[in-house]
């Protein structure tokens, strides 16, 4: 059987797309660019691929017309201000590119709309359940709330606040109750639904067997990881305060901060548990989540990070539109230094940023990481999501994977922090030398003025990264 996988370069995407391989389906994935798509070999092997946008009606016809069933995994929670406007959007162009094909499921994975009042991003979730539900095949709706997984936006916030802070001045939003799902659970609900006429024109509540306040969520999780640590609700954080405290104090943009304020202060628990009994799944407690989450992270087997999304930074662009490096009107730093070990120095290459760090003045990144934070930038916290792997489209800190190819040995990043400018950072081995390029692209004169201050900073730093990065530490 033929399934259409949209979103198949997100967070749920990356993860469904395996299983349906394991399951014997034929996947027709989704992107809108397709340079971000980079599963293993063995799964590109056995899928097709289509780029497609659903915000643009003239690539609707990409969409093959002799379809079984399909996945709606799109949102735009923190892309734009209007994005109640593009998800319905979206969700009537997807319904339109499957008029005259031969689909007979769809089953979209929203959220939890229980109550009569709905945050904006709730309310849109309900919108496109509702405009979806109208199309020509049968049509179901999962509803999560908090979904506890290996590089899941709320985990991960969830493990900043924890780990960063013994002591936390909180807003009152954390006494309200939420009912998590492990990740592994989601992705069962989503298999075992498909093309079950058990769930055809009906929409489920999916969530785990407890009922949790943030606040017991947070407790939760330092009891598991044995950290101490001492919450204090206060009442007078206004959601503005609310959403620069989980910015500032959590890896996640501020647009995605305030959708996440705004949603937590309303209920997601589940009405019932029928899916449960219908499809023969017991979901995993949230303790059993946290510590399938942390057995992922310790054997470097997160497979998806909610951070590699372009939502993480509030920057959407197509990877091709900046693959090729400027040259006119571009400030340039190129080093270039023989390296003692061709596998060392990749290696390096391939483990830069994230703990490991930038090879030297680590201390000036972290400093320029907190400028960034401070004007509303990425920062540095963003991490990356294996420490040995990169693939084009990933984060790492506040760049962006625009091409890794190990074997070639050239890895190009483009810069997501805020700037007067673009700037591109390269580090490509020719024959027995590493060239290091940065190059920066000012916009007017603040930009000129950026590139001249920050030039003796740049001088340090991109010196003694090159250095350390060639030089073969043996052991």
């Not at 892309?79 to 593009?86: A, E, G, H």
């Not at 936390?168 to 498909?194: H, N, R």
């Not at 489920?204 to 009922?211: A, E, Q, R, S, T």
């Not at 590699?308 to 509030?314: C, E, F, N, Q, T």
């Amino acid at each position: 059987m033929k399934i259409l996988l949209t979103g198949a370069t997100g967070y749920i995407g990356k993860r469904l797309l395996p299983v349906l391989i394991e399951g014997g389906y034929e996947v027709v994935c989704c992107v809108r660019d397709s340079k971000r798509f980079n599963p293993s070999e063995s799964i590109k092997q056995k899928v097709s691929v289509i780029e497609i946008d659903f915000l643009d009606e003239t690539t609707l016809d990409r969409v093959p017309k002799d379809i079984d069933g399909a996945y709606y995994l799109i949102h735009s929670m923190s892309s734009s201000k209007d994005y109640k406007s593009l998800e319905h959007t979206s969700a009537l162009n997807f319904k339109k590119s499957l008029e005259g094909s031969t689909i007979k499921h769809v089953i979209y994975l929203s959220g939890i709309v229980n109550e009569s009042e709905l945050s904006d991003h709730l309310s849109s979730r309900r919108n496109v359940e509702s405009e979806l539900g109208k199309g020509n095949y049968s049509f179901t709706t999962l509803r999560a709330g908090i979904i506890i997984g290996s590089g899941s936006a709320s985990f991960e916030i969830i493990r900043d606040l924890v780990e960063k802070l013994p002591f936390m001045i909180t807003p009152k939003w954390l006494k309200t109750k939420c009912q998590p799902i492990g990740i592994s659970d989601v992705i069962l609900f989503l298999i075992k639904s498909l093309l079950n006429d058990k769930t055809y024109n009906r929409n489920f509540d999916i969530g785990g067997p407890d009922v949790l306040t943030y606040k017991e969520m947070l407790l939760g999780f330092a009891k598991f990881r044995n950290l101490k640590r001492t919450i204090l609700i206060v009442p007078v954080m206004t959601p503005k305060l609310s959403s620069y405290w989980l910015y500032f104090v959590t890896s996640t943009s501020y647009k995605l901060a305030a959708s996440l304020v705004d949603s937590m202060k309303i209920e997601v628990v589940c009405r019932d548990n029928t899916i449960n009994s219908i499809l023969e799944v017991e979901p995993i407690d949230y303790n059993y989540a946290l510590k399938k989450a942390f057995d992922k992270i310790e054997s470097n087997e997160i497979i998806s990070s909610w951070k590699d999304s372009y939502a993480s930074s509030g920057i959407n662009f197509n990877v091709s539109d900046y693959i090729k490096v400027p040259v006119f009107g571009c400030f340039v730093d190129k080093r270039k230094r023989k390296f003692d070990n061709r596998e060392s120095c990749l290696n390096k290459i391939w483990g830069i940023g994230g703990e490991t760090g930038w090879y030297f003045g680590n201390w000036l990144w972290k400093l320029r990481g907190l400028l960034d934070k401070m004007v509303g930038g990425v920062g540095l916290r963003r991490g990356r999501t294996n420490p040995t792997s990169i693939k084009a489209g990933d984060a790492v800190d506040f760049w962006r994977v625009l091409y890794a190819n190990k074997n070639d040995g050239r890895l190009l990043l483009f810069a997501e922090m805020k700037l007067p400018g673009e700037a591109w950072l390269e580090f490509k081995i020719v024959e027995d030398q590493l060239e290091q390029t940065a190059t920066f692209r000012p916009l007017g004169i603040l930009g000129r003025l950026y590139w001249y201050s920050v030039l003796p900073f740049h001088g340090l730093i991109f010196r003694g990264m090159i250095r350390n990065i060639t030089k073969h530490n043996k052991t």
